[in-house]
C-alpha cells in the first residue's frame, strides 16, 4: 500500500512537472521567466516536498507568509448580506489556505527562495538565491504578478460560493447574487471547509498548466479564456444577447491585442466580462479596471481613442455629450465611484442606509450620477425607442413608456400617488424597471429630493447648471393632476382615473389629432411618453447617440426647436409669435400644431398678440394641477416664470370647457377694466 501511495505521488509530481516546466512557475535555473534561481535546477522543490512537508497542500515546502491582509469588500455585498471573505487561514482545512500558498510569493513578503528543506538539508534562514527579485529575495512591486496584502483590490479568495443569497424589492422581485447555481461549470474548482466550498486561488488558476496566466479554463486565447472563467461562476440575467457579448468592435489598442489577444484582434465580445473589470489590481468596485465611468469610455484600453467604447473617439461616444464638454447634463464625470445598483433601496423616506455611513440616491449626502445608474451593463442590448426608421430622426414610430434595450435591467422606483399635486407618500423599489420613468425618478423625485420646503413640488435644492429650483417629478406626473404630458399613464387613462369627474383627478379631454403632429396624431389620447423624448442630445437626428447625457440646450431639450420659454434673443415667445408664423425655435413646436389652437389668438385683434405663454402655462410642463397645463400667478418659482425679476403668471381661475368662453378663465391683472377675464364665474380648478 506505501508503494502504491508513493507511486502516485511520484506519477502527480511527474505530470505537474511536464505542465510547468516550460511556464514562469519553472522558478530552477531552466526556468523561461526572468524570475528564477542563480543555480538550483529542481523545479517542484520551491513548493513541494516529497517528505517532511510543513503546513500546506499538498507537501508543502515553502514558508508561509504571516501576513495580515485587507480584505476585498463592497456595499453591495454588504447590502445584499453575502457572506464576506475571510482572512486566509495558515491553517491547513481552514478557508484561504491553499490561497496563502499562492501568496508566499505573489504577496511580495516572503522570499522567492525561501524553502524549508532542498535535497534532504535544511536551510534555516538562508535562501535559495534568485535572479531579478529585490534585495531581501521577495517579488518586485512592479510586476504584473505581484498582489501584495491588499486583497481589497483584487478578486475575493477565501470567500463562500453561496448562489441563494438574495434581496427582495418593494415590488416582490428579486436580486440574486447572480452565480452558476448549484456549482460553478467546471474546470472552476471549489474547496470545501466545514461543509461550505469556497473560492481560493487556484479555483481559477492552475499553477501547473501551461497557458497564459494559468486559467483552468483553456478555450482560446487569452481574452477568451478570461471571459469564459468569468461565466463559468456568475450567471447574468441578459448576458448571452447583451451588447457587451455581442458586439465585434475591435480594440485598436496593440497592448490589448498582444497581452489578451495573444497577438491577434481582441473584440468586445471577445474579452466579454475583461472589458470592464479585472480579478487583479482594481481601481473601482466592484473589480472595475478604472473609476466607474473611465471604465466604460476606455475599457481594456490605455486610451478612449483605442478602445471601441464610450469614451472620446470612441464607437459611442458620450464623454462629448457630458459635462464639462456641454452646459447640460448628468454629471457624470465629476461624481465618482458612488454607486452600488442597491442604491435604490435607500431613498429619502428610508429610515437608513445599509451599511451606515455608505450612499444612497438621497441629493443631501449622496447626490451622484453614475452610467450603472442608468445602464446595466450586463443586460444592456442595442436598440433605443426611436428606432432608426423614425423619419424625423427624433421620436418613435410608436410611442411607449416601455424601458427600451438600452436601459433594460435597470432598478427603478414606481411612486405611490396620493391626491393631486402632492409628493408622493411612499415609492415601491424595482429590482428591474419596467418603464423608463421608474428609472429617472429615483433622483428626480421626493425619494431623491426630499420633503417639499414649502408643501408644493418644489424641492430644497437648486441646479448647479440653470441656477433653477429644482422639483419633483413625481409630483408633476402624478396621474391625478389636472394635466400632465402622459409619461406615467395616456391621457385617456387618466381621464378615466378621475371617472371624467371635475371633482377629481384629470378630467379635460385629450388634445385633437389636428393640435398634434407626427408621431404624436396617431391614437391620440392613447400614447405613452418617455422623458428622453424631450430631454436628449442635441442632434439625436443621425449625430449624437441618443439618450439625456449633456447638450448645450437648456434643461437637455431636444427636436428641432430647443428654446424655452425664450427666444435666442431673450425675448418672451407670445401668441403673436403663433400668429405670425415667427415660433421658430419654440419647444413645444416640435411635437403641437399651435395654429390649431383658438385660444392661441389665432382669430383674435392685434393688442393680444403680446400675451406670453408663461403667463398662462406653467414654465415646468411636466404637469399642473391645472386643466390644460395652466398655472395660477399665486404658484411659486420656477412654474411661475421669473422673467427680468417679474413673475410671469396672471391667472387666477381657469377650467376646461369644449367650448370657449371668456368665463372659463379669470385674471383680473390680465384683462382689467371689465374686459376679457375679468369676471370670477367660480368652479374653477382649484389650486391646493
Request: net charge negative.
Amino acid at each position: 500500500m506505501f508503494f502504491r501511495i508513493l507511486l502516485i505521488l511520484l506519477i502527480s509530481v511527474a505530470v505537474a512537472n511536464a505542465g510547468i516546466v516550460n511556464t514562469k512557475h519553472n522558478l530552477s535555473v531552466t526556468g523561461p521567466g526572468t524570475i528564477k534561481a542563480v543555480s538550483e535546477t529542481e523545479i517542484c522543490v520551491f513548493c513541494h516536498i516529497p517528505h517532511h512537508e510543513r503546513e500546506g497542500v499538498p507537501l508543502w515546502n515553502r514558508k508561509m507568509p504571516t501576513s495580515v491582509y485587507n480584505l476585498y469588500d463592497s456595499e453591495f455585498i454588504s447590502r445584499i448580506n453575502y457572506p464576506t471573505p475571510q482572512q486566509p487561514s495558515e491553517v491547513e482545512g481552514q478557508p484561504g489556505i491553499v490561497s496563502r500558498q499562492c501568496l508566499s510569493c505573489h504577496d511580495g513578503t516572503v522570499a522567492i527562495g525561501a524553502v524549508y528543506i532542498v535535497r534532504g538539508t535544511e536551510l534555516g534562514n538562508s535562501v535559495i538565491q534568485m535572479q531579478n527579485v529585490n534585495p531581501d529575495g521577495t517579488l518586485p512591486s512592479t510586476l504584473r504578478t505581484f498582489i501584495g496584502t491588499d486583497l481589497s483590490i483584487h478578486h475575493p479568495v477565501a470567500v463562500e460560493y453561496n448562489p441563494n443569497i438574495q434581496k427582495t424589492f418593494g415590488d416582490g422581485s428579486v436580486k440574486t447574487i447572480e452565480l452558476k447555481n448549484p456549482n460553478p461549470d467546471p474546470p472552476i474548482k471549489l474547496y470545501t471547509y466545514n461543509g461550505k466550498q469556497y473560492i481560493e486561488c487556484t479555483s481559477c488558476h492552475d499553477p501547473h498548466k501551461e497557458n497564459k496566466q494559468f486559467l483552468r479554463v483553456d478555450v482560446g486565447n487569452l481574452a477568451q479564456d478570461f471571459k469564459q472563467t468569468c461565466m463559468s461562476c456568475h450567471d447574468k440575467p441578459g448576458w448571452t444577447v447583451g451588447a457587451h457579448n455581442t458586439q465585434t468592435l475591435v480594440y485598436n489598442d496593440t497592448d490589448v491585442t498582444n497581452h489578451y489577444g495573444e497577438g491577434s484582434p481582441v473584440s468586445v465580445a471577445d474579452l466579454g466580462c475583461g472589458n470592464c473589470h479585472t480579478p487583479h489590481r482594481a481601481q473601482g468596485k466592484p473589480l472595475l479596471r478604472k473609476i466607474e465611468e473611465n471604465t466604460c469610455f476606455t475599457g481594456a484600453s490605455s486610451s478612449s481613442t483605442t478602445a471601441p467604447c464610450h469614451g472620446s473617439g470612441g464607437a459611442k461616444d458620450i464623454y462629448f455629450l457630458l459635462p464639462s464638454l456641454k452646459t447640460y447634463g448628468h454629471p457624470v464625470k465629476t461624481i465618482s465611484d458612488i454607486h452600488t445598483v442597491l442604491d435604490v433601496l435607500y431613498g429619502y423616506t428610508s429610515a437608513e442606509v445599509d451599511p451606515a455611513g455608505t450612499f444612497s440616491v438621497k441629493f443631501s449626502d449622496s447626490k451622484h450620477a453614475e452610467c450603472m445608474d442608468c445602464h446595466n451593463p450586463h443586460k444592456a442590448s442595442p436598440g433605443t425607442h426611436a428606432q432608426n426608421s423614425d423619419p424625423s430622426g427624433w421620436y418613435p414610430q410608436n410611442p411607449s413608456n416601455l424601458v427600451s434595450n438600452v436601459l433594460s435591467g435597470v432598478y427603478g422606483v414606481e411612486p405611490v400617488w396620493p391626491a393631486r399635486w402632492t409628493q408622493p407618500s411612499s415609492f415601491t423599489t424595482m429590482a428591474e424597471a419596467q418603464k423608463e420613468y421608474q428609472i429617472c425618478m429615483k433622483c428626480h423625485s421626493r425619494w431623491g429630493l426630499g420633503d417639499s420646503p414649502n408643501g408644493d413640488c418644489t424641492t430644497q435644492f437648486t441646479s448647479s447648471q440653470s441656477n433653477i429650483v429644482l422639483t419633483d417629478q413625481s409630483c408633476e406626473f402624478n396621474p391625478y393632476n389636472r394635466s400632465a404630458h402622459p409619461v406615467v399613464m395616456t391621457t385617456n387613462e387618466m381621464l378615466n382615473l378621475s371617472g371624467g369627474s371635475q371633482s377629481a383627478g384629470r378630467y379635460a379631454d385629450p388634445l385633437t389629432t389636428a393640435q398634434l403632429l407626427p408621431p404624436w396624431n396617431t391614437n391620440v389620447g392613447n400614447q405613452t411618453m418617455y422623458c428622453s423624448d424631450c430631454h436628449g442630445a442635441e442632434a439625436e437626428d443621425g449625430v449624437d447617440p441618443r439618450g439625456p447625457h449633456g447638450s448645450n440646450a437648456k434643461f437637455m431639450l431636444k427636436g428641432p426647436n430647443t428654446n424655452w420659454p425664450t427666444k435666442d434673443n431673450g425675448d418672451l415667445y407670445t401668441t403673436g409669435d403663433v400668429k405670425a408664423g415667427t415660433t421658430n425655435g419654440l419647444f413645444c413646436t416640435n411635437c403641437h400644431d399651435l395654429t390649431q389652437a383658438e385660444v392661441h389668438m389665432m382669430t383674435s385683434p392685434g393688442p393680444m398678440y403680446s400675451i406670453a405663454c408663461v403667463e398662462c402655462h406653467v414654465a415646468v410642463p411636466h404637469g399642473s394641477p391645472i386643466s390644460r397645463l395652466i398655472g395660477y400667478e399665486t404658484m411659486p418659482e420656477p412654474y411661475n416664470y421669473n422673467y427680468n425679476g417679474n413673475l410671469q403668471l396672471k391667472m387666477r381661475g381657469f377650467k376646461w370647457n369644449t367650448i370657449l368662453d371668456s368665463n372659463d378663465a379669470y385674471a383680473p391683472s390680465c384683462g382689467g377694466g371689465g374686459m376679457c377675464h375679468n369676471w370670477n364665474a367660480g368652479g374653477y380648478d382649484s389650486y391646493p
